[in-house]
């Protein structure tokens, strides 16, 4: 495919570099030469251009009239939304656009943009609330997303002496045809397994299992994790954009304190969320006594949400000390992930990475639902839905020699989740999510995408 990206910050840079490992014929554009220096100097296989992306010949000049996705990620939204139009009206198939306002990703107000000749819009902040707040939903979870309201639930858990029982067994043996859950990835070190019938858990592993909410019970039963308390009170490091998200998005039954430094920031928060169930202290909630003072032994969650990730590591594991169980990080810088994870922060979300979840489902020729990029794992799970005579609704699953790294992780067939087994047959309209090692998502796209007609196969060729 041929990618144009307009803008080389963090969220540009992370994307360029992410797809061209994947063959992509990929565009990086930026007026600053300075931020294209270090990829052009990099051994990334994509091509940078220094040059304003709302400059009608510059996007001409990069090939706009045949491109597939044009990504606007620049830090102003007004010249995203600017050069995504002129993209559209210039060839683009695909156009996104990165944006610092709620107001524009409403419902409401998505089909006016759409008209406008944008296909999709992000909130990096917004996105990366709802990933904290997820989160924050299950304290003994690493990982927790719901897909299709519930219908299927991926819980990331580390397995700990308390697992003991799901050591030493074949996958087989777990996960039989009647049990009602799946392991569909083992986070193992710095490995990321997608394994078979004879794989084993062992100790220490990261484990993400694939079921239904209402067995959620049944998995924190099997990994020994119901003497966590759940999460009723947080404590929030940093009241910035995404602390603010938080507060909007959490679950009525969570209270919430925000400990921020700036005294003018304080104001504005307590004007910007004015809720009862919410409370705004000034102070650094570095100083373990005013963590102590404010309560910490009292709370179940505690997230840092600073824009300094080494604040929000060292903030966690005071916290662990302080024996809060759920803690969650915002790590920026992505050279800090593994270490986060190594020191069982917990839940480490990056905005970089949400954002390039949301903008890699436009890559796909079929109707993927949701996408998600595993911030701890080398791998993406992904909600596709099975097209009318696709090819994935031909034959039963065990009939097709899907690529290696590859596993389905369940269906949801009327609102209903259900395991998938080698008898499996999936229908038309069918929602499939498929786990995979990062990079090899698009290749299972041609399972579930609509026969394509000769005639098509023509009118594409000529239009290129």
């Known amino acids: 495919m041929k990618i144009i990206i307009a803008g080389a910050g963090a969220v540009g840079t992370?994307?360029?570099?992410?797809?061209?490992?994947?063959?992509?014929?990929?565009?990086?554009?930026?007026?600053?030469?300075?931020?294209?220096?270090?990829?052009?100097?990099?051994?990334?296989?994509?091509?940078?251009?220094?040059?304003?992306?709302?400059?009608?010949?510059?996007?001409?000049?990069?090939?706009?009239?045949?491109?597939?996705?044009?990504?606007?990620?620049?830090?102003?939204?007004?010249?995203?939304?600017?050069?995504?139009?002129?993209?559209?009206?210039?060839?683009?198939?695909?156009?996104?656009?990165?944006?610092?306002?709620?107001?524009?990703?409403?419902?409401?107000?998505?089909?006016m943009f759409n008209s406008m000749g944008i296909d999709s819009l992000i909130y990096p902040e917004e996105l990366a609330a709802q990933e904290i707040v997820d989160g924050l939903k299950l304290s003994w979870a690493?990982?927790?997303?719901?897909?299709?309201?519930?219908?299927?639930?991926?819980?990331?858990?580390?397995?700990?002496?308390?697992?003991?029982?799901?050591?030493?067994?074949?996958?087989?043996?777990?996960c039989g045809a009647s049990t009602p859950y799946h392991i569909v990835a083992i986070k193992r070190g710095d490995e990321t397994l997608i394994p078979n019938g004879n794989s084993v858990l062992q100790l220490g592993d990261i484990a993400y299992f694939m079921t239904s909410k209402r067995h959620i019970s049944l998995i924190r039963h099997i990994v020994g994790k119901e003497g966590y308390a759940d999460v009723r009170k947080v404590m929030v490091m940093g009241g910035g954009h995404i602390a603010v998200h938080v507060a909007h998005v959490k679950p009525d039954n969570i209270q919430m304190k925000i400990?921020?430094?700036?005294?003018?920031?304080?104001?504005?928060?307590?004007?910007?969320?004015?809720?009862?169930?919410i409370m705004v202290i000034q102070g650094d909630a570095r100083d373990t006594q005013l963590l102590i003072e404010e309560g910490i032994h009292d709370v179940q969650g505690f997230a840092a949400l600073t824009p300094d990730t080494e604040n929000n590591i060292l903030a966690c594991l005071a916290a662990k000390r302080l024996g809060v169980r759920k803690t969650v990080a915002?790590?920026?810088?992505?050279?800090?992930?593994?270490?986060?994870?190594?020191?069982?922060?917990?839940?480490?979300?990056?905005?970089?990475?949400?954002?390039?979840?949301h903008i890699y489902r436009m890559l796909m020729d079929t109707d993927i639902a949701n996408i998600r990029r595993l911030t701890i794992a080398n791998a993406d799970v992904a909600e596709f839905v099975a097209s009318e005579n696709s090819p994935i609704t031909q034959k039963p699953i065990r009939e097709f020699n899907f690529p290696d790294g590859i596993t389905m992780g369940g269906l949801i067939r009327d609102n209903v989740g259900m395991s998938i087994g080698g008898n499996t047959q999936i229908m038309p309209g069918d929602r499939v999510v498929v786990f995979g090692k990062s990079g090899l998502i698009y290749k299972i796209d041609s399972y579930f995408a609509a026969p394509v007609s000769a005639m098509s196969r023509i009118m594409s060729a000529l239009r290129s």
């Open 14 to 111: 992370h994307l360029a570099e992410l797809l061209s490992k994947e063959n992509h014929d990929i565009i990086l554009m930026d007026e600053d030469p300075d931020k294209l220096e270090a990829l052009s100097n990099g051994n990334y296989d994509l091509l940078t251009m220094g040059v304003s992306p709302t400059g009608i010949a510059a996007l001409k000049e990069a090939g706009i009239a045949h491109a597939d996705l044009f990504v606007a990620v620049t830090p102003h939204e007004t010249c995203n939304i600017t050069c995504c139009m002129l993209a559209h009206t210039l060839g683009a198939k695909k156009t996104v656009a990165r944006v610092d306002n709620s107001e524009y990703t409403s419902k409401e107000n998505i089909a």
């Open 142 to 174: 690493r990982q927790y997303w719901e897909v299709h309201d519930g219908a299927l639930c991926l819980l990331g858990i580390k397995l700990r002496e308390e697992a003991s029982e799901l050591y030493g067994k074949p996958l087989r043996d777990l």
């Open 259 to 277: 400990i921020e430094q700036s005294e003018q920031r304080c104001r504005q928060l307590i004007e910007i969320l004015n809720t009862n169930d």
């Open 330 to 357: 915002q790590v920026e810088n992505i050279a800090y992930v593994d270490m986060a994870e190594k020191l069982d922060i917990g839940t480490i979300v990056n905005k970089k990475m949400t954002a390039a979840s």
